[in-house]
C-alpha cells in the first residue's frame, strides 16, 4: 500500500480569509510539505501569474516522493 499523497494547498494575500501565516500550520500537519508564495497571484493564479504557477507545479511533481 503506498504512503500518504503529497499535497498542494495555497493561501492568499492579503484580504483572505486565510493568510499566508495559516500555511504553515496546515503544512506542519502534511509530512513533507512545503510553502511556496506566488506574490500577486489570488483567486486567478493561472491567468495573473502563468509562468510562477506552472514553475512552482513543475517543482513539486519534479521532488521525489516523500
Known amino acids: 500500500m503506498a504512503g500518504p499523497r503529497p499535497d498542494v494547498g495555497r493561501a492568499r494575500r492579503p484580504r483572505h480569509p486565510r493568510p499566508p501565516a495559516h500555511a504553515a500550520v496546515y503544512a506542519d500537519g502534511i509530512a513533507g510539505a512545503r510553502i511556496v508564495e506566488i506574490p500577486e ?4 493564479a493561472p491567468i ?18 516523500r
Open 41 to 44: 497571484a489570488a483567486h486567478l
Open 48 to 65: 495573473e501569474r502563468p509562468t510562477e504557477l506552472a514553475a512552482a507545479i513543475r517543482d513539486f511533481l519534479a521532488a521525489p516522493e
